[in-house]
């Protein structure tokens, strides 16, 4: 149980335009998701806290109009990188956790190359 | 400002051997404590937690053992094997709850030797 999975895996895309990347809890509800950010041989930093039914939150130095995140429903959760630059290449990274739990899983990851 | 830190960046052991993973954290509202596997090129993989009203907690091979004297988070995993070689990182939530993103240390890479 607690399977987490993203989509794409990977992907590559031209400088200005923008991508989508899937997370879905596969067999439980997530009223809370989390992106993260990670750079090569770097720790994983934490983007937002996507919340369903409402706003997302973000943390300090990541731009909201850029990063844009939507949590239609209890099992999905998408981050949309707009008008990606090269700098926004990294290693992209969901997590969920289930309710009244605190321990959170971890996607497999999106590899995006900004070229 | 606060953040969970790794003092050795880098383990290598030699394969059946035991290896020690070191974590120092600076914020002392933080009331859980993660260890998480990640191979190359994969998202990380849930080893064990611990809640901080504990010093100890045992898994298969794994064991967490927290000292909140000295804000220090240390992951054991005994009798290595190669399928253990990673990078470890510990994670903090100091609200507890779920509801909050994690707060990571730098990571070490465990390179277990034949």
């Known amino acids: 149980g607690a399977v987490v999975s993203q989509h794409p895996s990977r992907v590559i895309c031209k400088s200005g335009t923008s991508v989508k990347i899937e997370c879905r809890s596969l067999?439980?509800?997530?009223?809370?998701m989390f992106w993260y950010r990670q750079f090569p041989k770097q720790s994983l930093m934490l983007m937002a806290t996507s919340n369903e039914g409402s706003k997302a939150t973000y943390e300090q130095g990541v731009e909201k109009d850029k990063f844009l995140i939507n949590h239609a429903s209890l099992t999905l959760s998408t981050l949309t990188v707009t008008s990606a630059h090269p700098e926004d290449s990294s290693f992209y990274i969901c997590?969920?956790?289930?309710?009244?739990?605190?321990?959170?899983?971890f996607g497999p990851g999106t590899r995006l190359l900004v070229l | 400002g606060e953040s969970v830190g790794l003092h050795l960046p880098t383990l290598s052991v030699q394969e059946g051997d035991n290896s020690i993973i070191n974590c120092a954290y600076s914020?002392?509202?933080?009331?859980?404590f993660i260890w998480y596997k990640q191979e190359s090129g994969k998202g990380p993989q849930f080893i064990i937690d611990?809640?901080?009203?504990?010093d100890k907690r045992q898994g298969q091979r794994v064991t967490v053992l927290l000292n909140k004297t000295v804000k220090h988070l240390s992951l054991q995993i005994a009798a290595t094997q190669p399928g253990d070689s990673a990078v470890y990182f510990c994670?903090?939530?100091?609200?507890?709850?779920?509801?909050?993103?994690?707060?990571f240390g730098k990571g070490t890479h465990l390179i277990i030797q034949p």
């Open positions: 067999d439980f509800q997530a009223t809370t």
């Open positions: 994670a903090e939530n100091a609200r507890g709850g779920g509801a909050d993103g994690l707060t």
């Open positions: 914020n002392s509202a933080s009331d859980y």
């Open positions: 611990i809640r901080s009203n504990m």
């Open positions: 997590s969920a956790g289930q309710a009244r739990q605190e321990t959170q899983y």
